[in-house]
DNA sequence: TTCGCCCTACCAAGTGTTAGATAGGGGTTG
DNA sequence: CAACCCCTATCTAACACTTGGTAGGGCGAA
């Protein structure tokens, strides 16, 4: 059986907070869903400030493997970036759970701060890859190539969580395609 | 105190869930601020799901007056679509806090259905008035109006909580500006 | 034995909610 | 007029339950 406890904890716990929030994770369910008990918890993680902070860790090191072999795998960084907002499309399909930062980012008054740092880490590792990614397409300037990231990274952000509120899935299709009429996403 | 408990509640609980959501709006820190005793909101509100559905439906209708007064107050439909951000912006000015509607988009799983109607409407009304200003402009044809509003309600939204993330209103601003350099947003 | 992993059994604090009481004001009625 | 009753608005006190967290022990493997 060895320690897999500790990645099955870590992965209930994000497809919990991706529903329910960092308020909304809490130790009782999280343990039944692993099939533990709550106390053990504490074997794995220090407190619940700890085990959020590895979720959100493991939340953007998981996107930067998945965005890096993307980048890879593409045959151009344009092609790469048109499937950029597929990401948060998956977490939508996935029961309808909205990507981990930007649930914290609401509740950015009442985390603890090394949660908070984790979070704006995914931020930075998104807009960096976005950036990269126009700049290799030479859809950007490299000066104002992380202005026009962080406008992506916004508004697909925006588009997933309007699209949560309907639990619609076509209407962040919708929103997507609208943004590339409007030439904020390649075509 | 005042003269007219239920509207300070409504205010005070207005603030605290553009703060802390709808999760974390608790009866005793609300009676608190308002400076009555937890059990006395039973007095004016049946219940939680209640008092959220009551604050979310005060909230849009107070969105939908303001947004009625600057279009009739704008000299031409550009001009009032040009102020529409300002209206998200005022919020992060106000301690950094969010669009209910987005805090509770983002609790969607954990809302009493109640409540879940009312911001739905919330994004109905924004919606609706972009759509509105947008044909009155000429900036879009009817037919595919409400999605390009849509896109607008969403990119606005993913802006205001990517800055309330960072805690810093300049992001928002920025972000808008790459909007609008995209055509997104009039200039 | 020691250590990793998990358990049972708690605890204090906080949650929404209810019951029952109190104080004051405004009518209606004897 | 005064006695009565109801309504409003608030209170205190408690309920049942959930929360994160702790103490200490059991048990199998190295």
Redesign the interface.
Same mark, same amino acid.
């Given at each position: 059986m060895t320690t897999n406890s500790k990645e099955a904890i870590l992965a209930s716990a994000r497809q919990i907070a991706q529903?329910?929030?960092y308020?909304?994770l809490n130790f009782r369910d999280l343990a039944a869903q692993v099939g533990i008990k709550a106390a053990s918890i504490y074997h794995h993680f220090p407190s619940k400030a700890g085990l959020g902070a590895a979720v959100a860790r493991r939340y953007w090191e998981d996107t930067k493997s998945e965005l890096d072999t993307l980048f890879a795998d593409s045959r151009d960084p344009i092609s790469a970036l048109r499937e950029y907002p597929k990401i948060f499309r998956r977490s939508l399909e996935s029961d309808?759970r909205?990507c981990l930062?930007?649930?914290?980012?609401?509740? @950015?008054?009442?985390l603890p701060h090394e949660v908070t740092v984790e979070?704006?880490t995914f931020?930075e590792i998104n807009v960096a890859w976005i950036s990269k990614a126009l700049v290799a397409a030479g859809a950007a300037r490299p000066e104002n190539s992380e202005?026009?990231a962080?406008?992506i990274?916004?508004?697909?952000?925006?588009?997933q969580?309007?699209a949560?509120?309907?639990?619609d899935i076509s209407?962040f299709d919708?929103?997507i395609?609208? @943004?590339r009429a409007?030439?904020?996403l390649p075509d």
């Open positions: 529903s329910h929030g308020s909304g309808n909205l930062c930007s649930f914290m980012s609401a509740e @950015y008054d009442d979070v704006q931020a202005a026009q962080r406008a990274f916004a508004a697909v952000a925006g588009a969580l309007i949560r509120s309907r639990s209407m919708a929103l395609e609208s @943004y409007k030439g904020l």
